[in-house]
């Protein structure tokens, strides 16, 4: 008698584990990358220059989702951690070294200073390692506003544009594809990094970590490393924002902009790289669609304005309350409900 299967059977880990679980979702991966190629040649500047923001934001999403989601620490530094990186970006970059040496190289170094504040992880966890991560936001904000000579103070650095065997990426078309290419490529090393042996053990962590020492898992040696990678992310994107703007100031750096990443792993979801992307996508998307209504609405109702305006200010707090009630796992949920919903239709079992 001869069986046919139905379904998406597994019958090894490895496939388990794999990259592309079916043939489907390896041609909308595919059609994706295709469409992000062509994307730029359609869209007009502002719409590029809002994809732009979304790769950073990817980047940074993604490392921080790798420490917070995967592992399960909390930390409220990325901010101060992409301003290391674009720092030191900027440094490099005035002292004559071109953009594809100068952005690793600021991932590295914040790496070593991102591991260097991981160490009271290691007795620390919660409310208490964020609020040692809160002190680092600080302390790296002081040093950048006094280390002159370095980072410029208060003023900052002002550097020249990314140039490629003498092409300049100096607007956002020249840019996209900068940005494209290390948000596709850093987001696959992500999946890769969650699907190792690595990514297992930061699991572990996160689920119980008093288990996964018992297991012979080494605490200290795996926080610290999902620091250093959390912070590799950071850097790269402060790097690529310093590139991007050509003007690096303390500013753009704040504790709002960690706070910004947080919530966007929170409404992502938390244990997932198509949770940061989603985060990421969410939260740069959801100053201009309030922009949208308010320019729309002016023309009907002109107090709107000063509305939408307040609103702003508290628009990440409200989203995170409201995700926190009724999408605790984030976005990434509702996407696998409606990929299942699909995938039964028309049937409901």
């Known amino acids: 008698m001869n069986y046919t299967n139905c379904g998406n059977f ?6 388990d584990t794999a990259l592309f ?6 041609l909308c991966i595919y059609s994706l990358l295709i469409a992000l ?13 809002i994809a732009n923001m979304i790769f950073i934001a990817v980047i940074g999403a993604v490392g921080l989702n790798i420490l917070t989601g995967f592992t399960g620490l909390i930390s409220l530094g990325q901010g101060a951690f992409m301003a290391v990186g674009a720092f030191s970006a900027g440094y490099l970059s005035l002292q004559g070294m071109p953009f594809y040496l100068t952005i690793p190289l600021a991932g590295i170094i914040t790496a070593v200073v991102g591991a260097f504040f991981g160490i009271p992880s290691l007795r620390l966890k919660g409310l208490y390692l964020s609020i040692a991560t809160l002190a680092a936001q600080f302390i790296i904000e002081f040093i950048i506003i006094r280390a002159e000579p370095i980072t410029g103070g208060v003023i900052g650095l002002s550097i020249n544009y990314a140039n490629f065997f003498g092409v300049e990426l100096d607007d956002d078309f020249k840019f996209y594809f900068l940005a494209m290419i290390l948000a596709v490529s850093m987001t696959m090393a992500a999946t890769n990094i969650t699907r190792s042996k690595i990514g297992r053990a930061f699991l572990s962590i996160r689920d119980n970590y ?6 012979g898992i080494g605490l200290f040696r795996y926080k610290l490393m999902a620091f250093a990678i959390s912070s590799f992310y950071a850097g790269v994107a402060g790097a690529l924002w310093a590139y991007y703007t050509t003007i690096i100031t303390v500013e753009n750096f704040t504790i709002m902009v960690s706070i910004q990443y947080l919530s966007m792993v ?3 979801g938390l244990g997932s790289v198509l949770g940061g992307i989603f985060g990421a996508t969410f939260l740069i998307l959801l100053p201009e669609a309030l922009q949208f209504i308010s320019d729309f609405g002016s023309n ?14 508290m628009a990440f707090g409200l989203v995170i309350i409201l995700f926190l009630l009724f999408e605790p796992e984030g976005l990434v949920r509702r996407w696998k409900l409606t990929k299942a919903y699909w995938k039964l239709w028309p049937f409901s079992y």
């Open 10 to 15: 597994k019958s090894d880990y490895s496939k």
């Open 21 to 26: 679980q079916t043939g489907f979702s390896r």
């Open 37 to 49: 190629v062509v994307m730029p040649f359609v869209l007009d500047s502002y719409f590029i220059y």
């Open 210 to 215: 008093i288990a996964a020492e018992a297991m």
């Open 266 to 268: 929170i409404i992502g």
């Open 300 to 313: 009907y109702y002109p107090a709107i304005t000063q509305i939408v305006g307040s609103l702003k200010e």
